[in-house]
Each structure stands twice: as structure tokens, then as C-alpha cells.
DNA sequence: GAAGATTGTGCGAACGATTGCACAAACATA
DNA sequence: TATGTTTGTGCAATCGTTCGCACAATCTTC
């Protein structure tokens, strides 16, 4: 005599035997697509029946019949840098709007845990991937061209654009930071560059040659540090000071190559901004209040990260259209860490 | 004449017909659990066949037939929160450790919409729910013990303690960094409280109050923020002097609401630490940066998200465990933000 | 050597939604 | 009135796995 009978949980099933109809006809009723086939007044019946038993629609059931799962993978480099955080909440924000839902993983590892997370995500029959992890060549790319699943790079692109990618303007970003500090008075620029195998340490590192052959200077005091992280970029600081001492700013490849080279002129004793004056790359968050406030270029990652998913979304519905890398516009955000050189 | 005759993907009963068995032998032989039953020798050709036709076991298909989803929902407040994104990454290790994916989903709005968020994921069929979310009575909770999916709260915990948590030690903590201050010689220290609604805001002011008692300090000079972030501190700090402008230290809630504390008092002139001192909680990453370094209480996010996750795989397990919440142990981090009173 | 226990496979019904096809009824046209 | 044409529903197969049950063959044990 239990009050609340807890029904086995409704299904169209159940609906169409309170109904006395059959369960595609309640699917239909359900279905906005369908709808329109059924009598208005037992559409009207279905929905109210449907309230009544708290029908849900098991997406998972739906799935399997389809093949389609409302879901897309994300796959980030590195869950805790803020940057990722960011683009992965813009991605959030468009694909909730949407109705899709996020299967979120960390790749943490080399590139050949990376095709085994791409394999549990496609074996869970995502719709598509957004990876933000992609290298220059990358073979989970190849490995997601194979398995036909629709994909965007975001962030990171690859040389040849082989899927759609929405990244920012590297080159032309760091020909700000090398052109502010070359008004600035500087001659004697390094760069600490990222990683090769990406796009972003390659684009940048060749941003700054250009930007310095271009403003007649010296392009070749590069140093490229082999991850994005603070430990590296102190050690590339280090490199720095070792072969050109007379370096007077840095160039840094992001922020955090930046606040490496911050820690290691603090451990040296050279002073930023008065000795040597520093730029980074992202403009990620808090990164203003870093003493000196740190000049940087801006990379708009929520944006980005939005954008990512309309392109997902744009590329599950037309899986044959070419892909088309969408460069993102930065700015020069100017703070402390720059002082015009020699006052 | 095509060479790949991309045959439609392997099931289980492409390797049976291949193999001259019935399926569900073959997937007998594919189940560590059951393989035990069958015929090394024939495990061993299924294992074979199964390589040759590239077999992926379809989840979708076995989470109709079980219900189980090896699927998690995680919702966080805010993604673009770095104590939330490393919570996050915490989860994600230990998640993928077990074979489980995590599916993410970013709050950003009110509550009503919460339970919006927890029905969207109930009805994925994830087998257990993460929430970061929780307000110190939440209906979202409510809603999951309804539902009877297993839930652990991080971070965050309800007042009676339903579901199984996972926080810091907020009273202890808020306790270390007053007597800090105390300990400094301060006297006359006011509190910018977190958001009466959730634990953390409720427990630390009461951390507050209890250490200020007991140092024989007035501990009233509260202003609690409506929000965790820099303008809510702001705003706070902005009353605080207003009402007791003869305020030596500050202790806020969190980082980012001491942020906003520092933004207004450089607005206003005053100097962080030699006219009033400042602390934080949880340590969030870079915050070690900041001018001048922010001394706070150390929460250990990452590991909190791993014992979530850990906790949550115990609650699937056996559902009807009694839930405990588990206090992690916090530490004070002295920096620069803090200065001994009048010199 | 008969009765029972064990072992290895096969069988087929779920799980719940989707969808092409069929079919009756109502309606339009000639 | 006979012949199309809609329109609204029902029917049943399908997606790929899982798992209780059945059954034959082989192995024990007294």
C-alpha cells in the first residue's frame, strides 16, 4: 500500500497505454518535427499525459536508433591553465545553448594517450570533437579524418588546414609586441618562443623574425622553450642572458613563458621594467595583477571558444563543407612590465 | 571495386558470423568478467578477430541494455574560476584512472536553471553527479536524492549533511589567518565574508568570529560580498572603511574577493601591507603573483576534485553507504600581503 | 555404470526510441 | 459513383549489448 507506486520510470511505452494509442504516435506528438501529422487536440492529450507521468525521453535509447548523440568531446592540453578553462567556457556557453552536451577531457599526456581519448570520446558516439591540442602535423587529426567524425582545432591549428580551426592572430600579434618594443626604444630583443610542434610557438616565433627584420633589427636571438609552462620559461630566460647579456627586453611566446622569465630575472636580480622589459601572449586572467602588471597581447579565448562550437556545430550539420580557418583579431594591452629603454 | 569496402563498423555479431559462434559467446570472450567461462583457445581467436575487423564496443548500446553509463556529470559555478577548473582537473584524473568520462557542465546562472543542468545530465544516464554548486540547502540536491543518483558535493557542502562531501577545513582555516594577523599585532580586523548561502561563506565568517573571540578581539566588523569576485571585494572593502576606517587587516573569504579588496584600496590609496594587511583563501594558481604576493589559507583543490571523484566511485558502488564528509586540511601561506601592525 | 555436477555455448528476450511502410478513413475531383 | 489524394495512426524492424535460461557434452563419485 505504498502511496507513491514509483513507477518504473515513463517511456512512450507507458504513455501510449494510458493514452490507448500506439508509442510511435506518441512519438510523433513529442517529436516538434512530427508533430504536425498528429491530431492537434491529441498532441495536446500526449503532452499533458507526458507531464503527468514526468515522461523523459531517454537520449540514450534515441542514440543508439540514430547513430546522433547531442554530445561533442572537447579534448584540452591542460585542464588547469586558465586559458583552456576559458575557451572551454565559451564552448560551454554555446553548446548548452544549443542543447549539446560536453564530454570534457584532459589529454595531460603524450600524443599517443591522445588517440586513446579520442577513442573512448568517439566510442561514446560523439557527435563531433573540439581539440585544443592539435599539433602542427597531428595524427589525431588524421585519426578523426579517418573515423569521418567532424572536427575543429581551436587555439592550435595545423600547417596544412585539413579541418576547420579558429585560432588567433599569432603573427600579427606578436609583430605588436615587437613593434611596441621597438618604439619603445629597444634593439636588443629576444624571444622566448613556444613549443615548435605548435602552431602558436611556430607562428609567433616567426612573427617576431618578421616583425624584427621589418623593424632592422637582429631576429635571431630566439630560444624556444619545449612546453608552455613557467619552469620552461625561466630556463629559456636563463639560455638568454647566458649568450645575449645585453638583451633589454623579451619577447615571451605566452604568459606563462613570461612569468618564467619573471621569476628567473627576479632570482637573477634584474629588474623589470628598468633593466629589461617583457611582453607576453594571451592576456589570461589575473595576469594583470602579476607585479609589474604584465604587458601582453590579447587573445580573445571565450570568444574563440565560442566560435569553435558554432563551427562544430555548423560542420555536424554540413559535414562536406571545406574547412576554413577563422583567425581571431588580437590587441596590445599595455601595462608596467615595458619601460622605454635606457631612462 | 573499391579496396575498403568500409564494411559498416564491427559488431559482435560481424565477429560471430565470421567466427561461426553466437554473439553472445563472443562477447563473453570480449568480457574480462565472464571470459573466464569460456575456451582459452576460442577467446584467443575472438581476441584475433576481433583485432582483424577493429572492434570497438558500442557504450551506447550496453548503457540501454544495463543502465549504467560509466558516465559522470560534473557542475561547477564557474569555469572560469581557476580553483574550479583545477577542482575539475582533479576529478578528471581520477575519473578517466577508472574508465569513466565526464560530462561538464558550467552553471553560470541561478538555480532554477541548476535543475535543468542535473535533468539535461540525469537523463544522459550518467551513474553519478559532481556538484560544485551547492548552496548550504540546496533543492538542486533535493532533486538528485529524488532522482536517486548518487551526488558528492565538492567544495561546497550542504548544511545537514545529505550527500557525501568534500571540503576544506573552513573554520580552521579562516582561524589560521586571523591569528596570523592577530599574531602580527592587529587588533582591529575586519572580515569580507563570501556569500551567506554557501558553506564556505557561512563557515569561514564563523571561523572569523569564533578566532576573533578568542583573542579577545571584536569580531563584528563583517561585510559579506553578494558574489565571489573582484567587484563584490571591492564593494566590500569600499564599506568596510566607510564604517571602521581605522581597519589594520582584512581577512576575505577568498582570493578573489581579496583581490577586489586590493583594487579598491589602491583606488584609494591606501598601501597593502604597510597601511592595512590582507589575506585570502584557497591559494588560487598565480595568485602568488599578484602585487604584493597574497598571503592566504592553502586549499588543496586538486586533491579535493580526486577524493570527490574517488568518494563518488564508492557512492555508485554501493549506493546506500552512509554519506561522511570529508575535510581536507588547509595551510597558511604567508607572503607579502601581510605586515606587523604600525611599523 | 548410474546419478549428479560441471563446463562451454546457444538462444532469444529485453533496453526505449525511431521511422519506412501500410492502411483505413475522410475528402476532393471527374 | 468511381477514382485519386490527403491525413492520421498503427505495425514492426532496427540499433548493438547483455544476461537468464536451456541444453548438450564431459567429468565426478559412490
Redesign the interface.
Known amino acids: 500500500m505504498d502511496d507513491t507506486p514509483r513507477r518504473k520510470a515513463a517511456t512512450l511505452q507507458t504513455l501510449a497505454d494510458a493514452l490507448g494509442v500506439h508509442r510511435s504516435t506518441v512519438a510523433r506528438a513529442l517529436n516538434p518535427e512530427e508533430r504536425h501529422r498528429i491530431t492537434p487536440e491529441l498532441v495536446q492529450r500526449v503532452m499533458e499525459e507526458a507531464e503527468r507521468q514526468g515522461y ?6 534515441a ?2 536508433r540514430t547513430g546522433k ?1 547531442r ?1 561533442v568531446g572537447v579534448v584540452l592540453p591542460d ?2 591553465n ?1 586559458v583552456f ?2 575557451i ?2 565559451g564552448v ?2 554555446t553548446l ?1 545553448g544549443h ?1 549539446y ?6 589529454s ?1 599526456g603524450p600524443s599517443d594517450k591522445q588517440s586513446e581519448i579520442v ?7 560523439v557527435d563531433g570533437l573540439i581539440l585544443a591540442t592539435a599539433m602542427r602535423d597531428d595524427p589525431t587529426v588524421s585519426c578523426c579524418m579517418r573515423l569521418k567524425v567532424p572536427t575543429v582545432l581551436v587555439n592550435r591549428a595545423e600547417d596544412k588546414m585539413r579541418v576547420p580551426s579558429v585560432v588567433p592572430a599569432d603573427h600579427i600579434g606578436m609583430g605588436l609586441a615587437v613593434d611596441y618594443l621597438a618604439g619603445l626604444g629597444h634593439r636588443r630583443i629576444s624571444h622566448i618562443g613556444g613549443p615548435e610542434e605548435v602552431s602558436t610557438g611556430c607562428l609567433r616565433r616567426q612573427g617576431f623574425q618578421d616583425a624584427m627584420t621589418a623593424a632592422g633589427l637582429d631576429g635571431s636571438r630566439i630560444i624556444s622553450a619545449k612546453s608552455y609552462d613557467r619552469e620552461a620559461g625561466a630556463a629559456a630566460a636563463r639560455q638568454i642572458f647566458a649568450r645575449w647579456p645585453d638583451t633589454t627586453a623579451i619577447a615571451a611566446g605566452n604568459d606563462l613563458l613570461a ?1 618564467g622569465a ?1 621569476d628567473y630575472m627576479r632570482a637573477a636580480g634584474i629588474d623589470c621594467p628598468k633593466q629589461v622589459s617583457l611582453t607576453g601572449f594571451n592576456d589570461m ?3 594583470d ?5 604584465l604587458s601582453t597581447v590579447r587573445v580573445p579565448q ?1 570568444d574563440m571558444g565560442k566560435a569553435a562550437a558554432e563551427m562544430l556545430l555548423a560542420a555536424i550539420a554540413d559535414p562536406d563543407s571545406a574547412p576554413q580557418v577563422q583567425r581571431h583579431p588580437v590587441t596590445l594591452i599595455t601595462r608596467q612590465s615595458c619601460a622605454r629603454v635606457g631612462v
Chains 1, 2 share one sequence.
Open positions: 523523459r525521453r531517454d537520449i540514450i535509447a542514440s543508439l548523440s554530445l585542464l588547469a586558465p578553462s576559458t572551454l567556457d560551454s556557453v548548452t542543447s552536451s560536453m564530454l570534457v577531457a584532459g595531460g577513442d573512448t570520446l568517439v566510442g561514446r558516439r612569468l619573471l586572467p589575473f595576469i595583477l602579476v607585479d609589474p602588471a571565450f
